[in-house]
Each structure stands twice: as structure tokens, then as C-alpha cells.
């Protein structure tokens, strides 16, 4: 080591060259989008996203463009030929930390793992809404120019009033609408607020209830309508609702969609009640949680309907159900709903009313025997594709910019969620917006939307995706900061979601696509290792569309993340052991290609073991294309001893130690090169960094320390093969500088970690063989006491040399 760095390891990634730069390059070369970029102002994710709708077939055509690098991954050539080693403390993307975290790619894989044993979504729902034991229609017809309602049944609220488990706020609620005589109820669908509705007005008219013709607004309501002494439900449509956010834009041809209703207020509020108090009647007003829902709970009549607790609504519904029944019928279904099959079947945290109802039926005909133990699991895991289906139906109505935007906005929240499922707000948020952007120019290409600035509030909006919001931590790899994440309400729904938007609107893959391909570009580890998972499972769904108009554009792309993310959604894919065979074809073909994008696209995603099927079939793999290359083809080496170190840290480190230690004995250059480069990555790499898609849950604790460290604490057996690799790469004259770099930047992060020290002292006896393995770690120590800058401790120094010479002397 030279003077200026003596004992000075690289302990924090290289800035220089990385994505960053690249990124604040781009933004200068990609704000070129004409006069629709200007009007969108969108930032450089949505320029990149508009030149990709308009000329997205020739990106796919880049497979066959020049992408060769004659400098590596960044920069120009340097004078003279570097040494392979001098980069081996970087990771592919050219820092240790740019491949994210552990955790980032585990939340993501748990994600999408639950339920992975049924690939094929199966959809399920006829278009109605199931409340109680009642089934209302979802969409009423195009507005008439009559006025309709009709009496509700008096069985219907008799069977109410024997099944209704009262909300919280119920007292509250029936003095308001005593008080006031009109009422809004803000709530989800299937929360209960029309159950709820119905029971109030029950309770306050004695069973003269009549529902309002959902097709008119609240200032369109007349006195000749009310009935005397009655009670009165309007619930306003899912339509209406969004036309009170986004009032459609004037048509100079007077053609458009039928009338929306006024810009509702307590002003037609005020004017509804004294119309009910004239006719000594009640009224109440459904309305979904929103922007809205948010401005009426402000007022006097607006109040939020909280769910009753599904506990109580399915003892509820299953004693109405089983009460000829013999005594332990009861007990026996409530048992059978808290099993395992059943629960993980569901998917969810809490059901709603309606679930809850319809899942007391479902466990009422098991117990009757109607319903097999098989039957019983599938009607349970339905429920979270119903879900699904009633969130996309129609969800761009009336399929027009701008009445669309605020149903196109809610959409796109929803898969955004289902891709940063468990990560920071912000990230899906921002992704919901640059989504809900490609829906709008899908839409309708000729106007791009911009932004609302004061829509829906963060505290309001996840309930339009069943989502909430929580305090969690970002894992940066060198440290973990605080984040406000945001996640489904049941792990079964991110994969319902994308399942129901991929196999059920073709129309939405394109600008699905292209939206995960712009995440996939991104520089930032928490954005494109999700984006890049899901993209995976969209290929694995259905390999055919998704390999070519998700992997193959980003594989030949220039930017190392976008490769690094083709490679994990390769790796992904091959779970599904269907796809895993046209995976290894890909992958075999690439590294044949000579096309530098495509090989390192290849070695990058055999890290990953999926893809090859198992660790040896890997390294096999990595082997292949290795001894090809020249021995200091750095483009080569660099991602495949990443891989290896990946491979290391699968869980499975026997194979990869043997077959490193055969690789040394083979006597290649290349190869030993590779086991050199892979061993120093092991020494000055954080485990976290070398995540996989596997779940290696010893390493958790371990995840901010060296791999090695890591190894060491958790396969102490594993110890002399470690220190025998060791040892070669600080003995062979290429290697050894960058080893014993590597070696001193351990040092120093475990002379701060007791626990690590303790581990790395215990394994330095096994690298002092004979008196000159001694000398290099004496002297070393020496240097790195005596460094000016980043001086070790003296302490920990002492400890460490006593260790090597106790070692010795046993």
C-alpha cells in the first residue's frame, strides 16, 4: 500500500461515476419532450415515460444496436491498464451500497410469495354489492329524467335488525340525525355505513324506509319525492363522487357524458333537511372516503362510519345462521374460522361487514355439510379477487379526460401499493402519480394532465386502497432511517391487485410496462429492487408479453441499474419452476451473444440462484462464460464475482467454498482471478448488500457486518476454508495489495463492533500459517495504529495481535 492510503480501506461506496451522476445527466438530456412535456411538467421519470409510449417498439430494438463499453461500466479509459483488484471493493452498479439493502428486496418477495402456489387468478363477482344478506347493484343506469325510489322490504330490515352489530358512534349518529334530520355516512364500501343507514332510519321512522334513486344528486331532490314520516337513503355514486373532485371540462359540441351533480354542500344540505322536516322525515347521504368524505366530516352533518368489529359481526351472522342448530354448531364454526387454511386463505387483516357476513354463511353451509373443506378454502381466498375486481371495474369511467383523472389517480394508487407494499409513502405515492400519468396519456393522448396539489390528504388516502399508514424503518444498508410506510391491510391483496390489472384489462400492460421500466431506471435501491421484483412476477404470469416488453428493453439498456433490474426480474421469474427453463435459455443465449449488456444482464441474475435452479448450476454457469474472457476483463469479472459473493450468502456456502477452493487448484488465471476478486468482496462487503431472493433469516442480525463476519458467526465450521481462500489471495503478488485493503477495512469496522471482533479474532490465528503470514498482519496492524487520519484503536489492536500469537503458540 502506498503512503496517501495507507490502512485506509474503502469503507463507504465510490460516489465518483455512480448512478447519481448519471441521473443528474440524464435530467438534462431527457427534458426534450415538445409541447406536451412543457404543459405536463412531470420531471425527467415522465419525460423518459413519454418518449417511451411514442417509441417504445424501438427500444426493444436495442438488443441489436451497439451498447459495447470499451471504458467499463463508467468513464473513459484510463492511460494505462488498471489492475482488475483496484475495483474490487465496488459493487456492480459502482458502489457497495447501490444494490439496497436486505430488506428492501425481502419485502418485496414476501410480498409476492404469499400465495404463490396458485399462479392463475381467478376472478369472481357478478357486478353487485353483498351487504348483510342483501345483494345491491354497483352501477345504477345513465341518469333519467324521472325520479325514482322505492320502499325498502320490511323482511330486509326485520333480518337487519336481528344481524346488525351497532358501530361505535351509533348513539352519537342517531342524535345528529334527530337533531338535523339529514346525515352523511363517509366510509368505505362494505364498511357497514349502509347498514348502518338503514337501521338508523328503522329505528327513528319504524320500518318506513325508502331508498332515493341513486342517479340524482342532493339539490336535484324535490318534496314531492319524500314521503311523510319516512326515512330516506341515497347513496351517491362511485361516478358522482369523483365528478364532485374533477368537474368535466365544457364540450364545444355539447356532447358528453350526462349531467354530474352539483358541487355538493351543506348549503343543498341545509335545503335537504328543511325539505325532511317539512315532511316530518329523515334522511341519510352515503358517501365514500375521499376528498369529499374529508370536506363534509368538517361540517355539521358529515360523520365517519367505523367498521364494527368482525369478531362480533361474524358471531352475529353465524348464531342468526345456526340457531336450529345443535349447541356446539357455534363453537365448531367459529373454530373452523380461526384455522389456519381459512385465515391464510383470506388474506386479510380484518374483514369487513360484508366479508364478515358472507364468511358466516360460507362456514354455516360447511357445518350443514353443503361445503367441502376444499370449497370452503376457495370461497375464502376469493375474497380478496373480489376485492380486486370491484376496485378496476369501469375504473376509467366515463373514459374521458378530466372526469377520469381522480379514478385513473385511485387505480394507480392501488398498484403503486402493491409494489412498494410495506415501503416509505412517499416512493408509492410519487409512483402512483408518474402511473396515473401513463394511464391519462393512454387515455387520451392528445391531452397530458398535471398534478392536483391539494387533493386527497396522506391520512385519507390509503382507505381507498385498504391500506394504512405506520411508523417503520428504510434499511440503507450502513444504517436504517425512520420512514412513514404504507401497506396493505392483508398480505394476499398486492398480488389479487396486479393479477386483476394483468390478466384482466390487456389494455393496462402497456403503461404498466413502461410505468415499472422507468422504475426500473431509477438509481435509487428502494424504488427499482421493488419495481424490478414485480416486474419478475408479471413475466412469470406471463413470460411471452413480459419478457420482451419488460426484461429485454431494460438488459440492453446502457445504465447499469437497469441492467442489475433485468437480472433480479429474470431471477424472479424462474421462481415459478414453469418459467424457469425458458429463464436458463435467455440466459445461456445472452452469454453467448459477445453483446457486453447481455453478458454482464446474465452473470448479474445466476447471483440470484433461482434462475439456474440451484447453486451449483449456477456457478456452473458463471464458470462458463468466465473462462472465455480474458483474465483481466473486468467487465466480466466485476459482475460475476458479485454474483459469487450473492451465492455465498444464499444459505447454502458449502458448494460455493468447494468450488472456489477447485477453481484455485484448476490453475486458470481467469478463474483464480474470479475466486480472488469474489474473496475480497466477501471481506469488504455488508451481507445486507448481497441480498437474494431467497429468505436466509440466520443472516438477519448480522446484515450491516462483512459477509465474512457474518459466515463466521453463524457457520463457525466454515472457518479454515474461509481462511485458506483467504490467505491465497493475500499470498498470490495481483490480489494481495487489494486483500490486505480489504482485510484492514474489516479491522477497522470490527474494532468498533465487540461482538465482530471477537469473531475476526478468533479466525486471524488461522491466517498466520509461518512467520511471513505473521509479518503481514503485524505490520499491517502497525499501519493501521499509526494512520493520521483514521487511527485504529490501540486496544482493539492489542487484542487482535494477542489472539494471532495465542493462536500460534497452540
Avoid at 436495442?62 to 461500466?73: A, F, P, S
Avoid at 342448530?325 to 374483514?351: I, P, Y
Avoid at 429463464?583 to 441474475?605: F, N, Y
Avoid at 451449483?616 to 483481466?632: N, P
Wanted: with cysteine; aromatic share 6%; hydrophobic share 40%.
Amino acid at each position: 500500500m502506498s503512503d496517501e492510503d495507507e490502512g485506509a480501506p474503502h469503507d463507504d461506496p465510490d460516489p465518483g461515476g455512480g448512478p447519481g451522476d448519471r441521473e443528474d445527466r440524464d435530467r438534462g438530456d431527457r427534458n426534450d419532450r415538445g409541447d406536451r412535456g412543457d404543459r405536463n411538467d412531470r420531471g425527467d421519470r415522465h419525460d423518459r415515460g413519454q418518449r417511451d409510449e411514442r417509441g417504445h417498439r424501438s427500444d426493444r430494438g436495442g438488443r441489436d444496436g451497439d451498447t459495447r463499453r470499451d471504458g467499463g461500466e463508467g468513464g473513459e479509459q484510463a492511460p494505462r491498464e488498471p489492475s482488475v483488484f483496484e475495483t474490487a471493493d465496488r459493487g456492480p452498479l459502482g458502489g457497495e451500497s447501490e444494490t439496497g439493502g436486505a430488506a428492501t428486496a425481502r419485502w418485496a418477495v414476501r410480498t409476492w410469495a404469499a400465495g404463490s402456489a396458485d399462479r392463475l387468478t381467478t376472478i369472481h363477482g357478478d357486478g353487485t354489492v353483498f351487504e348483510g344478506n342483501q345483494f345491491f347493484a354497483l352501477y345504477g343506469s345513465d341518469r333519467a329524467a324521472h325520479f325514482v325510489q322505492g320502499a325498502v322490504p320490511q323482511e330486509t330490515l326485520d333480518h337487519l335488525g336481528r344481524v346488525y352489530c351497532a358501530t361505535a358512534a351509533y348513539s352519537r349518529m342517531r342524535e345528529r340525525l334527530r337533531d338535523h334530520r339529514v346525515l352523511v355516512l363517509c366510509g368505505e364500501p362494505g364498511s357497514g355505513r349502509k347498514a348502518t343507514a338503514l337501521a338508523l332510519l328503522d329505528e327513528l321512522t319504524g320500518g318506513k324506509v325508502f331508498r332515493l334513486d341513486p342517479r340524482h344528486g342532493v339539490d336535484e331532490i324535490t318534496e314531492d319525492v319524500l314521503q311523510e314520516n319516512g326515512g330516506h337513503l341515497l347513496e351517491l355514486l362511485a361516478e358522482d363522487v369523483r365528478a364532485e373532485i374533477e368537474p368535466p371540462a365544457a364540450r364545444g359540441d355539447g356532447a358528453g357524458p350526462r349531467r354530474p351533480p352539483a358541487r355538493l354542500s351543506e348549503l343543498h344540505l341545509d335545503r335537504f333537511g328543511d325539505l325532511l322536516r317539512g315532511r316530518d322525515a329523515y334522511g341519510v347521504v352515503l358517501v365514500e372516503d375521499g376528498e369529499l368524505a374529508d370536506r363534509l366530516l368538517r361540517g355539521r352533518y358529515g360523520m365517519y362510519c367505523a367498521p364494527p368489529p368482525a369478531e362480533e359481526v361474524l358471531h352475529r351472522h353465524l348464531w342468526y345462521l345456526l340457531r336450529a342448530e345443535s349447541g356446539e354448531a357455534l363453537a365448531a364454526a367459529r373454530a373452523r374460522a380461526g384455522r389456519r387454511d381459512v385465515t391464510a386463505a383470506l388474506g386479510l387483516e380484518e374483514l369487513r361487514p360484508r366479508e364478515a357476513a358472507r364468511l358466516a354463511d360460507h362456514l354455516a353451509r360447511h357445518w350443514r355439510g353443503e361445503m367441502t373443506d376444499e370449497q370452503l378454502v376457495a370461497e375464502c381466498g376469493s375474497f380478496v379477487h373480489a376485492q380486486a375486481r370491484e376496485w378496476f371495474a369501469g375504473a376509467d369511467r366515463p373514459g374521458v379526460l378530466p372526469e377520469a383523472l381522480p379514478a385513473l389517480g385511485a387505480g394507480a394508487f392501488r398498484i403503486a401499493v402493491a409494489v412498494f407494499n410495506g415501503s416509505a409513502y412517499s416512493l408509492a405515492a410519487e409512483a402512483a402519480e408518474l402511473l396515473a400519468w401513463e394511464f391519462a396519456v393512454t387515455l387520451d393522448p392528445e391531452h397530458a394532465p398535471g398534478r392536483r396539489l391539494f387533493g386527497t390528504h396522506a391520512e385519507h388516502r390509503p382507505m381507498r386502497a385498504r391500506a394504512v399508514l405506520e411508523d417503520g424503518e428504510l434499511d440503507l444498508g450502513p444504517a436504517k432511517v425512520p420512514v412513514r410506510a404504507v401497506r396493505f391491510q392483508g398480505e394476499a391483496l398486492a398480488r389479487a391487485v396486479l393479477g386483476e390489472v394483468w390478466h384482466g384489462y390487456h389494455n393496462v400492460r402497456g403503461p404498466v410496462a413502461r410505468w415499472l421500466r422507468a422504475l426500473c431506471d431509477d438509481s435509487r435501491p428502494e424504488v427499482w429492487v421493488r419495481a424490478s421484483i414485480a416486474a419478475g412476477v408479471l413475466c412469470s404470469w406471463d413470460w411471452i408479453h413480459g419478457f420482451r416488453e419488460l426484461i429485454v428493453p431494460l438488459a440492453a439498456a446502457d445504465q447499469p441499474v437497469a441492467r442489475m433490474a433485468a437480472a433480479t426480474a429474470l431471477a424472479e421469474a424462474a421462481r415459478d419452476p414453469r418459467v424457469r427453463p425458458a429463464v436458463a435459455d435467455v440466459l445461456k443465449e445472452w452469454a453467448k451473444s459477445g453483446q457486453d449488456s447481455l453478458v454482464r444482464t446474465a452473470l448479474l441474475a445466476h447471483g440470484g440462484v433461482l434462475a439456474a435452479g440451484s447453486v451449483d448450476g449456477s456457478l456452473d454457469a458463471l464458470a462458463r462464460v468466465v473462462r472465455t474472457r480474458e483474465a483481466t476483463d473486468g467487465d466480466v469479472l466485476v459482475p460475476a464475482s458479485f454474483s459469487v459473493a450473492r451465492l455465498l450468502a444464499s444459505g447454502e456456502p458449502e458448494p460455493v467454498l468447494l468450488r472456489l477452493r477447485q477453481w484455485l487448484e484448476d490453475g486458470r488465471l481467469n478463474l483464480a482471478n474470479l475466486v480472488h476478486l469474489s474473496v475480497i468482496r466477501a471481506l469488504s462487503t455488508r451481507t445486507t448488500h448481497l441480498w437474494g431472493l431467497r429468505e436466509v433469516p440466520e443472516l438477519d442480525r448480522h446484515a450491516a457486518r462483512p459477509l465474512l463476519v457474518a459466515l463466521l458467526a453463524t457457520r463457525p465450521e466454515l472457518a479454515p476454508q474461509l481462511a485458506w481462500l483467504l490467505q491465497h489471495a493475500l499470498a498470490t503478488a495481483r490480489s494481495g495489495e487489494a486483500a490486505l485493503e480489504a482485510l484492514g477495512g474489516l479491522l477497522r469496522r470490527a474494532a468498533k463492533d465487540p461482538e465482530s471482533l471477537g469473531h475476526v479474532c478468533d479466525f486471524l490465528p488461522l491466517l498466520a500459517v509461518d512467520r511471513r503470514d505473521r509479518d503481514r498482519l503485524r505490520g499491517l496492524l502497525n499501519e493501521l495504529v499509526r494512520d493520521r487520519d483514521r487511527p485504529l484503536d490501540r486496544g482493539a489492536a492489542r487484542r487482535t495481535w494477542d489472539a494471532v500469537t495465542e493462536g500460534v503458540n497452540r
